[in-house]
């Protein structure tokens, strides 16, 4: 069997197709060719009577599994779910002394965190799955009453925020490992803080100041080291509320539209160490990003008296019901969450007008079209040509179409068969 040619004695044959042709060989993340399959519309098996129910997806793993709450009209409580595609759609089920609970988030595990409201003392964050099928409740540091989770990674790791809601301060940063909840919130040294994303190295992202209404800055916190972000571009105020595992952040600011001179919210990315202002969709004044993924494609919502979901990626944000297939009449309201497989999970609507939570998947392109322009061409042959060899890390080497850590010749005959 012959050895593949190395890629440097392909070099000379790459830079004159390359000054020939002057194409760029850099892939980029776009948009899924064929926009989103509805991989699920989740909603719950309960039957609400007279009443109508509603569903919210929160959080997502890079399994696909979907959690977040429903309730039924006129129900003072709500109740947390998880879906995944073997299982389907299950009701954790609340211990006694919980009269409502939402999930917020689960990792590749499946342990699930969130918040119940415990009767008698009120809000508390809770991980289900840490010690079997049955809820932890996270209780709240000493001098508070409350508490919320709002992320787990990897390691099952979790950060909130608790505080005292009658006498302050309220909310303060936290972060709960190993069983217990340690307090972040004095490595800040402002008033008030949130911990909203983290990172599987536990690198953590929120806001400190003293309100996201006037002063509130975005931050890193990396075991102990806070990293103060500016405000958004043209603004006063940043928060963090997603982070990836590259240490990039999704988020919010809040600026002074110059076409009306209101103050509105707008969605922010800091990728690179820069801060983005990623814009809203027409007729939307407001935004929110919620989510972003390693590869940097980030998810919210655009609103004014209604919401409309949207994704982001390189430069552009499109309204998510442009990317879902029309027959459907499913009308996306939210996004709430990316994982590593482009997969979204948010809520929207379904055709009967029910409030229903959404698991979107993307149709990719053609295999061979490594830089994601929905087509097989040259320059997705100078890419695979420039990656020629044994794959140094074969895990993560794209124009190894066929799986082997070797990008030669079946790769090459695989690109040609789907040229066009």
């Known amino acids: 069997m012959k050895t593949p040619p190395s890629r440097t004695s392909l070099a000379p044959l790459i830079s004159a197709c390359a000054a020939a042709l002057a194409v760029s060989t850099t892939s980029a993340h776009a948009q899924p060719c064929g926009g989103y399959e509805v991989t ?13 129910d509603i569903t919210t997806g929160l959080g997502l793993n890079d399994d696909g599994a979907v959690v977040g709450f429903y309730w039924c009209s006129g129900w003072e409580h709500k109740e947390a779910f998880v879906w995944t595609a073997e299982e389907g759609f299950v009701t954790l089920e609340r211990p006694q002394g919980v009269v409502s609970a939402r999930a917020v988030d689960i990792n590749d595990e499946g342990i699930i965190c969130g918040t119940v409201v415990v009767s008698g003392l009120g809000n508390r964050g809770f991980v289900y799955g840490y010690e079997g099928d049955q809820f932890t409740i996270l209780g709240t540091l000493p001098g508070g009453n409350w ?4 992320a787990i990674d990897s390691a099952g790791e979790i950060v909130g925020f608790w505080g005292d809601t009658i006498n302050g301060p309220s909310p303060l940063a936290f972060i709960w490992r190993d069983g217990e909840m340690i307090d972040i919130h004095p490595d800040f040294g402002t008033l008030k803080s949130e911990a909203n994303g983290l990172t599987d190295d536990s690198i953590v992202t929120g806001w400190m100041g003293t309100s996201p209404l006037t002063d509130a800055r975005a931050f890193i916190w990396d075991n102990g080291k806070v990293t103060e972000l500016p405000p958004i571009p043209g603004g006063f105020t940043s928060q963090g509320i997603a982070i990836n595992n590259l240490a990039d952040i999704a988020g919010r600011g809040l600026l002074i539209d110059p076409r009306t001179d209101e103050l509105v919210a707008r969605a922010l990315a800091r990728i690179d160490g820069e801060m983005i202002v990623l814009g809203t969709l027409p007729g939307y004044p407001d935004s929110f990003s919620t989510g972003i ?3 940097r494609t980030v998810v919210g919502f655009a609103q004014t008296n ?3 979901a949207f994704v982001w990626t390189d430069g552009v944000m499109t309204a998510l ?10 009308d996306m309201h939210v996004a709430r969450a990316i994982n590593e497989a482009g997969q ?17 998947t993307p149709i990719e392109g053609p295999p061979g079209d490594l830089n994601n322009d929905c087509q097989v061409g040259v320059k997705d ?11 140094d890390d074969c895990g993560n080497c794209p124009a190894d179409l066929d799986g082997d850590c070797v990008v030669g ?5 695989i690109l040609l068969a789907n040229w066009g």
Do not use: K, M, Y
């Open 40 to 52: 699920a519309i989740i909603q719950t098996p309960v039957d609400c009577g007279f009443g109508f």
């Open 344 to 360: 979204i999970a948010g809520s929207g609507t379904n055709e009967f007008g029910d409030p229903v939570a959404v698991l979107l």
């Open 147 to 150: 508490s919320e989770a709002h």
């Open 306 to 308: 209604s919401a409309r």
């Open 321 to 330: 019901n442009d990317l879902v297939p029309p027959e459907l009449s499913l």
């Open 293 to 295: 993924n390693d590869d």
């Open 409 to 413: 010749v079946t790769d090459l005959l």
């Open 381 to 391: 042959l100078l890419i695979l040509l420039g990656n020629w060899g044994r794959c």
